[in-house]
């Protein structure tokens, strides 16, 4: 599923590409990419505009449609999610949902290949992001609400790393990342973290995230020292050698290092 980093990464790749052009049509290739507004009023909403701006928040996108009114497209990728620009009508990529046609020629594709992701057109951020009850975002919130956010939470740190309601942008895979950069047992039971640790593991989620993007969230471009350049039971931990293992923890499965993550 496309985290934070990603998403961020979608961003800026639409900002290099997609901005400031005038969009002549709308293609809703399935309707069950749409949330809370048809394909005939989506295209309404932004046929003859252009997108102005990006606003991220953990794991959503919000583009702002040129006009009067504060309006967004909202993105959100779901499991695996992605967008690309094209000219080529015969060589659209596969799994593409909506495509958005450019002036120059050109096309926005919004691709999910599992219909889990969703896209909509949002008037009031402030309320769409309360009605979703969201957590702050994972980037941009200090240690004391970090703090004070696990103070009220019950079971493992990974779940809790994971809660979106909690703290928005972090998922499976860069939880995995953040805790073995901290030395934290995944299944680490949030209310035995004492002060120290929940500060490491504060502060490696923003290294972890701020470095993802750095690296265009590309796992081959990750340092040497990331769990996630081969997070695979057959991997070797960079860090001490022993083997990478595999549990489950609320269902999902995580990858940790038995002798630098001791539970």
Known sequence: MPELPEVE??????????????????????????ENISADNLAEKLKNKSLQSLKRYGK????????????????HFG?????KYFRDI???????????????????????QRLLGKVGIVDDLQKFLED????????????????????????????????QHLMAGVGNIYSDEILFQSKIHPACDVSSLNL?????????????LQIAIQCSSEPDNFP??????????????????????RTKISGRS??????????
């Open 132 to 163: 979703k009850e969201l957590g702050g975002d994972a980037l941009n919130i200090d240690f004391d609400t970090f703090k004070e956010l696990l103070s009220h939470k019950r079971g493992n740190i990974k779940s809790a790393l994971m809660d």
């Open 9 to 34: 990464v979608f961003g800026q790749y639409i900002q290099a590409t997609s901005l400031h052009k005038k969009i002549v049509k709308v293609t809703v290739q399935d309707e069950r990419i749409l």
């Open 60 to 75: 959503y996108l919000f583009v702002r449609i040129s006009g009067d009114d504060e309006i967004y497209l909202m993105l």
């Open 254 to 263: 995580a990858y940790f290092c038995p002798t630098c993550q001791k539970q």
């Open 90 to 112: 015969e060589q659209q990529p596969s799994h593409m949902r909506i495509r958005l046609e450019f002036e120059n020629g050109y096309y926005l594709g919004i691709i999910s």
């Open 79 to 83: 499991m695996s999610g992605n967008v």
């Open 224 to 245: 040497d020292e990331w769990l996630l350049r081969n997070r695979n039971v057959d991997a070797k931990c960079p860090r001490c050698g022993d083997n990478i293992m």
């Open 196 to 208: 120290s640790q929940k500060k490491t593991i504060f502060q490696q989620m923003k290294q972890v």
